[in-house]
């Protein structure tokens, strides 16, 4: 009933003005990253890289680049993510050691938000169809995968190798024509480390490029006609649904220590060759924890235990990571050229080249310990000392910039330049090298 005397419109100004109650807003991730920053330090002498280790040690930050504190050394790129209640102090203790610095996120949770608005805004637009243009959580890649099963029976088999340390299935895709003839095989494992989405963004890109594709393009259709591809769209099942449930920058798996609170290994410093040797951690709350044995983890386990099976015909093994713009070989854990260098290091080349005619974008290359640094128990070297010939691993985009937080829009050319060099590569193994 309006007050009398009250004109309708009146009325309606009155109602503009009302302070209606709105729904309280869900922040992702319980608005556990508000005001925390991410910064970059260039520590440019071996004395502030040392100050600059003590005080990392000190704070607990979570290094996004390089992955452990030891790493860091004079002209060391060193991105750290820093709480916001701890953000003042550490500051400061930069300033007062007189360490430059620069902010490449200011508010983490904002970011984190703003992305999560526009893919919300983009899910409404887009019509009905799997958009590969967007980041999918762990269920929806695996109904994605049990729905090319079913409508390409011609290209595609799926099947599981094993179960991860929270039961969850550890699914395989392998794409090629079937055929009675002996083929060599081609190994694609996405998403080691949980944080780094555009990884498994990846790999459903290249399911997607060889489906679509062969029959259209010649190059594809030479690749599925004479090799099998083996395609693991996320190794760490576990983690990669915490970094979207719980904690987006969570990196290792979700196995439990006894004798420690903290949880998860570092699945890419779990495998048997030079097992937790330099560039890996003993302590199970580092991010570069090389677990309690080798091969401790059931997804590192199941997935060594398939290749060991087949490592007769599977000629090469890939794998994707996140961030630097590099690509790399054998070996990591120490500096040495590996027996077939020079056939390696041309289909490393040559992969780099054909990359950098799509965007124009730049991607290093060499052997991983010297062009990024050592580490020990990765997959790609025991890769390499199990026999398969052509080992890589892709640090895909970007240098920094976004960092692990990589957005929906850069997912269309980050995956088309390195469907490029994949290609480059896999063309490379129908040649013979000498």
């Given at each position: 009933m309006k007050p009398p005397g009250w004109t309708a419109a009146q009325w309606l100004l009155c109602l503009l003005f009302l302070r209606i109650p709105e729904p309280e807003h869900c922040y992702l991730y319980?608005?556990?990253?508000?005001?925390?920053?991410?910064?970059?330090?260039?520590?440019?002498?071996?004395?502030?890289?040392?100050?600059?280790?003590?005080?990392c040690h000190q704070f607990k930050v979570d290094l996004w680049q390089p992955s452990s504190i030891s790493y860091v050394s004079e002209g060391t790129v060193t991105d750290v993510h820093i709480p916001q209640n701890g953000s003042q102090i550490l500051l400061a203790f930069l300033q007062q050691a007189n360490i430059q610095y620069t902010v490449l996120i200011a508010d983490l949770q904002k970011t984190l938000e703003k992305g999560n608005s526009l893919r919300a805004q983009r899910n409404r637009r887009s019509l009905p169809g799997y958009s590969?243009?967007?980041?999918?959580?762990?269920?929806?890649?695996?109904?994605?995968?049990?729905?090319?099963?079913?409508?390409?029976?011609?290209?595609?088999?799926?099947?599981?190798?094993?179960?991860s340390y929270e039961g969850r299935s550890l699914f395989i895709l392998k794409l090629g024509r079937r055929s009675r003839a002996y083929k060599r095989a081609v190994w694609i494992d996405c998403g080691i480390h949980a944080r780094e989405w555009i990884g498994p963004a990846f790999c459903q890109w290249f399911v997607k490029e060889a489906l679509q594709t062969y029959r259209s393009d010649p190059a594809m259709r030479k690749m599925l006609n004479h090799l099998y591809f083996y395609?693991?769209?996320?190794?760490?099942?576990?983690?990669?649904?915490?970094?979207?449930?719980?904690?987006?920058?969570?990196?290792?798996t979700r196995s439990r220590n006894?004798?420690?609170?903290?949880?998860?290994?570092?699945?890419?410093?779990?495998?048997?060759?030079?097992?937790?040797?330099?560039?890996?951690?003993?302590?199970?709350?580092?991010?570069?924890?090389?677990?309690?044995?080798?091969?401790?983890?059931?997804?590192?386990?199941?997935?060594?235990?398939?290749?060991?099976?087949?490592?007769?015909?599977?000629?090469?093994?890939?794998?994707f990571h996140a961030y630097a713009q590099m690509l790399l070989y054998p070996y990591s854990y120490k500096y040495a050229k590996i027996p077939n260098f020079?056939?390696?290091?041309?289909?490393?080349?040559?992969?780099?080249?054909?990359?950098?005619?799509?965007?124009?974008?730049r991607y290093r290359h060499g052997p991983a310990s010297s062009t990024m640094y050592v580490s020990s128990g990765s997959s790609m070297d025991w890769a390499y000392k199990n026999g398969i010939?052509?080992?890589?691993?892709?640090?895909?985009?970007?240098?920094?910039?976004?960092?692990?937080?990589?957005?929906?829009?850069?997912?269309?050319?980050?995956?088309?330049?390195?469907?490029?060099?994949?290609?480059?590569?896999?063309m490379h193994l129908l040649k013979k090298c000498h």
């Open positions: 319980n608005n556990r990253y508000a005001g925390d920053k991410v910064i970059r330090l260039v520590p440019e002498t071996e004395g502030e890289a040392h100050v600059l280790k003590n005080i590969y243009e967007v980041y999918h959580s762990l269920e929806e890649i695996q109904n994605w995968m049990h729905h090319l099963n079913k409508t390409h029976p011609g290209l595609v088999h799926m099947f599981s190798i094993g179960k395609i693991m769209p996320v190794f760490n099942v576990d983690g990669y649904h915490f970094s979207w449930t719980n904690d987006r920058f969570w990196r290792k006894s004798r420690f609170r903290c949880r998860g290994v570092d699945a890419n410093r779990n495998w048997k060759v030079n097992w937790c040797d330099e560039g890996a951690s003993f302590h199970p709350c580092d991010d570069t924890y090389c677990g309690p044995f080798p091969e401790s983890e059931p997804e590192v386990k199941a997935v060594a235990h398939f290749l060991r099976k087949r490592k007769k015909h599977i000629r090469a093994y890939l794998s020079s056939c390696v290091e041309s289909a490393a080349y040559n992969a780099v080249i054909a990359l950098h005619s799509a965007y124009g974008v010939p052509y080992a890589f691993a892709f640090e895909l985009r970007d240098t920094g910039h976004f960092g692990f937080l990589l957005p929906e829009s850069l997912i269309k050319p980050t995956c088309t330049e390195t469907m490029l060099a994949v290609k480059n590569i896999t």
